[in-house]
């Protein structure tokens, strides 16, 4: 269809065309709606609701839902959930600053040319590929009394306790096996540089390091971000590490997901759903300032140059 | 002054893209490299820059020899084929880059950004970034980021090849005048003779990493010194036609031509002449390559007819008016006086000497 036509077209065609696009998005909406959006609404209703059977104030028992207001969140203010908030928070701003800084020197060093790269790429990727619940096994093994790790610092640090080494454990394994994440998008963005930028930099008489913070940074800005925001609310919901590593139910490695758990396994599904509710929440905000903050010039920059196309 | 001795590059991989090449470039001489892709043009223009390091032989700038110096110290600046602007940066700030390196503090190198920007007609568009730039404007970002910090020498790589064919003449017209304001030595790479000539003060036209010939554009185009030459220079391919000498006479492609002095009888030539030079009559003639009207390509003003005389096909500039029909028998003309006459593979000397 010509330019010309499209452009007499009047607002009642548009309006058409527009139903029809809703028309052909609703069988995907009513699928999203279906697997996102009434599980989280009822997860929301169920952390309102207590369940279970239960005396009455007369002694009789009753049975089935009932609801229960705020009661559920009362937990929120208690000092299991802020430890949990705590630990989480912890654990999200450590592996996730130390694997951008790790991550960024990975895909530098993937960038080069060189004999036997592809088996370096290869090789840096699989910490990433293993099964979490292995790698947790694989590093509780290492973190043994009489491990590896204790052997190497030739220490006697029971790190698969609770305390702080347990802090440190989960940190470092968690870091071993998501560095190579970021790794890897961090790389996808180095690939898109074009090489003349470098050697206009280097006629330009920039140092190494002058090209990395003013040339190879800011142009990697977009994918960092991303794989940063993936790796944000991947931490912030971490279950699996800690449970496998140092053990369900420990105090200073329990994470909101894991404190979800242990309450769902004991049937408190309001205290659970309430958790799960705040946690969501939590993640949410995050997400939403890291945009805000960090994504901001990134999404103005679409923005002028959308003006400046129209 | 750019000097460069028995320069060398092997790529590891063998292939050598600069074959023991001595050139010498003047102070504020305006110097083009011209030769087929893969003719190490851009190779050699590298290594002028530093960007890559010469297997043997030496580069000097101002005399100095630079030959392992970094880019950066060399004092030289670059436009690169497809200009190679920060993305990220805005405009002020590309145009700034190369003094920002050198620590020029920040209010001086604005003012400085935005003077050379005012000079290349830039001045509405400082604070955009290269994505929001056409191409003519994101070449004379380049161009100024270049001028920017008055180097000592200028390099442009195909700077001109990624504009379209009528904003090219402009910036031709314009990167000749700005070059002579600023009277920097330049050094540009160009794969398009038309560019060289019009540009270059001198051209050095190359082949498989070896200088074929080095002179003035009128030198290049008036008296090639190989048929190569002759063939990559000139808007149409000149007719190179293999030919004999018996006694005193060419006998080349049905033509009998007045030898040059100096041919010894039983010689084989090349005889070379441009299609501008070459005129068509509708009698026989014994100067004359005979043969039919194969081709007519409207050139606007003129038409290119192409002879088909046997297996050889020999072409003429006819102007227009003048076109003969298809298929009928001409016969091609050379005028003599801007003929060449190649032996070996040698310009033996045009005729007359």
Not at chain 1, 63 to 83: D, W
Not at chain 1, 117 to 123: C, D, I, K, T, Y
Not at chain 1, 227 to 232: D, E, H, S
Not at chain 2, 165 to 181: D, G, P, S
Request: glycine letters at 8%; a neutral charge.
């Amino acid at each position: 269809m010509s330019g010309a036509a499209n452009r007499r077209r009047g607002p009642r065609e548009r309006a058409g065309q527009s139903r029809l696009a809703a028309l052909m998005l609703s069988p995907t909406l009513v699928v999203l709606a279906l697997v996102v959006l009434y599980p989280l609404l009822s997860a929301v209703r169920e952390s309102f609701y207590t369940s279970g059977e239960t005396l009455d104030a007369d002694g009789f028992v009753v049975e089935g839902e009932r609801f229960a207001g705020l009661a559920n969140y009362s937990g929120v203010l208690g000092e299991r959930f802020v430890n949990a908030l705590a630990n989480t928070t912890l654990f999200t701003v450590a592996t996730v600053s130390i694997e951008v800084v790790l991550g960024v020197l990975m895909a530098l060093v993937m960038h080069r040319a060189f004999r036997g790269r592809g088996f370096l790429r290869a090789s840096i990727l699989i910490p990433w590929a293993v099964p979490t619940a292995v790698s947790g096994l694989m590093w509780r093994w290492i973190f043994q009394a009489d491990g590896v790790a204790n052997t190497i610092i030739g220490q006697q640090i029971l790190w698969t306790t609770e305390g702080v080494q347990a802090k440190i454990a989960v940190i470092v394994a968690d870091t071993w096996k998501t560095a190579p994440f970021v790794g890897l998008l961090v790389l996808a963005g180095l690939q898109i540089i074009a090489g003349e930028v470098y050697e206009a930099a280097r006629v330009d008489g920039a140092s190494a390091w002058q090209t990395f913070w003013r040339i190879t940074l800011p142009l990697v800005r977009p994918a960092l971000l991303v794989a940063v925001l993936f790796r944000m609310m991947d931490a912030l919901r971490v279950f699996d590490l800690p449970y496998v590593l140092i053990g369900p139910r420990k105090h200073s490695v329990e994470t909101l997901s894991a404190l979800i758990w242990d309450e769902a396994t004991r049937v408190h599904y309001g205290p659970a759903s309430a958790y799960g509710t705040m946690l969501f929440l939590y993640i949410a905000l995050i997400a939403f300032v890291f945009v805000k903050l960090l994504g901001a010039d990134l999404l103005a920059d679409v923005r002028t140059r959308r003006r400046v196309a129209s | 002054m750019i000097s460069l001795h028995g320069l060398t590059k092997v790529y590891p991989g063998g292939v050598c893209a600069v074959d023991e090449l001595d050139l010498e470039i003047a102070d504020g001489e305006f110097f083009a490299l011209l030769g087929p892709s893969g003719c190490g043009k851009t190779t050699l223009l590298r290594t002028i820059a530093g960007l890559e390091t010469p297997t043997s032989g030496t580069v000097g700038i101002g005399g100095a020899d630079v030959t392992t110096t970094p880019p950066g110290r060399r004092d030289v600046a670059m436009v690169f084929q497809d200009y190679a602007l920060f993305p990220h940066m805005d405009v002020t700030d590309n145009i700034a880059y190369p003094l920002r390196v050198k620590k020029t503090p920040k209010t001086e190198r604005h003012a400085k950004a935005a003077a050379t920007a005012a000079r290349l007609s830039l001045s509405d568009m400082l604070t955009r970034r290269p994505g929001q730039l056409s191409g003519g404007q994101q070449q004379r970002v380049a161009l100024a980021r270049a001028i920017a910090c008055h180097p000592k020498v200028f390099l442009f790589d195909e700077p001109l090849s990624n504009l379209d064919a009528r904003l090219r003449l402009e910036a031709r017209t314009f990167l000749k005048r700005l070059q002579r304001e600023l009277a920097v030595t330049t050094v540009f790479v160009t794969h398009d003779q038309g560019e060289a000539l019009a540009l270059a003060d001198r051209i050095a036209v190359m082949s498989g990493g070896r200088l074929m010939q080095v002179g003035t554009p009128t030198e290049i185009f008036q008296r090639p010194a190989t048929p190569f030459v002759a063939s990559f220079i000139g808007a149409t391919p000149m007719n190179l036609l293999p030919g004999d000498v018996r006694g005193d006479v060419l006998h080349v492609a049905g033509a009998a031509l007045p030898a040059p002095p100096g041919l010894t009888d039983g010689d084989h030539i090349t005889y070379g002449v441009r299609p501008e030079y070459t005129d068509l009559s509708a009698s026989p003639r014994d100067d004359a390559f005979p043969g039919t009207v194969a081709v007519m390509e409207n050139l606007g003003t003129a038409n290119l007819v192409t002879i088909e005389a046997g297996d050889t096909l020999i072409q003429a500039v006819v102007p227009e008016g003048d076109e003969p029909a298809l298929g009928t028998a001409a016969w091609a003309v050379p005028r003599q006086a801007r003929a060449l006459v190649y032996t070996g593979d040698r310009l033996h000397a045009p005729i007359p000497a």
